[in-house]
């Protein structure tokens, strides 16, 4: 077994974990948190990598109920923007070192913004200069952000959902038996996706989702680079329709992740006129019937707007075993850091 798909299979037991610690341990510092977004003018949710990829799923959260939020990558707003007064700029950095939020930390200060971490490291200079800090309390992973990712997105999400009085009790329990149910159908989707012709090699990749799920596609298509060592391309659904289907060949691997409630029925429809042109096409979602794609993964009932948070899981399962058929090793990395903590070039691993 690799360490990656070691890593994949422990995932649900930490998103239970995370889960609980909001709820107990990390329960002020979560009320802290949402009583400054709720008096700030402007609200930002900046991460790079995997880490922009979960504030990606949390901003789905505050537009679906009609809080404006922004989203930055944190490079481009360290560089290219300016923090107006009166905001608060929510940090997701599983480290609290990436060299980008170490230097926002500065710029954030400069602006009179108030700055909520969250992090998997309290000791870091993210959790020793923000203003509150919300702490994953879940295990690193090997290597690739796992559990890492997606305990960012939910930590960040239950954060919107306090931001707006949205929590309670009930949600969370509807979690708790979604990610429950998904820990035991992950040797199934595991089973489904190493028998399946999806993954052959020598196909294009493209990755397409809507609302909260565009996190996972984003995830998904990182996940193709840095355990498959092999190029993707990721759109929202309805942008794929918009020129970008011009590609459109026989061969052509997609990655469709379905909503239960919106555009359903449409994309269900694009899936079935992808094959008609001969794309091989991968279905996440609930309630599918088995000749919805050409690989099906069924995924158990989650509270609405929440599938983000197990839709991930059979994406992580399939660029694990993508890996393993392109011969490549998913447990290290070639040119990349762990933790990037300078800029400019590349920084060669020895």
Known sequence: MSRLLADIDKEPQQLLRCLAHAGREGKAALLQAAELLRTSAHIYLVGIG???????A?????????????????????YFAKIPPDSSVILLSRSGKSIEIVRLIDKCRSAR????????????PLGAHADVVLQLAADFDHLVS????STLAMTAAILACETMAIWSESLRVGLVDAIEEARWRLPQWKTLIDSSSWLEPGMATYFMARGASLASAYEARLLWEE????????LPTGGFRHG????????????????????????????RDLRKQGAKVLMIGQ?????????GIA???????????????PAQLAAERFAQLRGEDCDSFRLCSYIVETEGGLKTVA
Not at 146 to 149: A, F
């Open 299 to 313: 995924l158990p009932s989650i509270p609405a707007g929440w599938q983000f948070l197990i839709d991930i899981l």
């Open 113 to 124: 913004s108030k700055i909520v971490g969250i992090t998997n490291t309290v000791e870091s």
């Open 287 to 295: 309630n599918l019937e088995p000749d919805d794609g050409d690989l």
């Open 58 to 78: 949390a901003q789905a959260f505050f537009h679906r109920h009609g809080h404006p939020s922004h989203l930055a990558e944190a490079s481009e707003l360290l």
């Open 146 to 149: 796992i559990s890492m990712y």
């Open 227 to 234: 355990a498959g060592k092999a190029p993707a391309s990721v």
């Open 50 to 56: 995997s880490s922009w990829h979960a504030g990606m």
């Open 244 to 271: 970008p289907q011009e590609v459109l060949r026989p061969g052509l691997r997609v990655g469709l992740w379905i909503d239960s409630e919106t555009m359903r029925e449409a994309d269900l429809t694009l899936s």
